[in-house]
């Protein structure tokens, strides 16, 4: 099921590169988030959801949600 207020990658690059846009420089946010400049520049430029950390994310003000564990039967134990 997916959520009504899911994003894809450009969304959330689009909103992180608006955080650090706002932050004033990238070594600024990176200040704000606890990291150094080159790490979020790696993962700024993988330009995938999947390359940010949470605190990056959070940051950003987005939040991670990883999908419901789901449960199979197995045909045999």
């Known amino acids: 099921m997916k959520r009504g207020n899911s994003m894809d990658d450009a969304d959330v690059f689009r909103i992180v590169d608006r955080a650090i846009n706002k932050a004033g420089s990238q070594s ?18 993988a330009k ?22 789901e449960y199979y039967l197995m045909d045999e134990i």
């Open 48 to 69: 995938t959801a999947k390359g940010y950390t949470n605190e990056v994310l959070l940051a950003a003000g987005i939040k991670r949600f990883q999908p419901p564990t």
């Open 28 to 45: 600024a946010f990176a200040r704000k988030v606890g990291i150094t400049r080159s790490a979020l520049c790696k993962q700024h430029n």
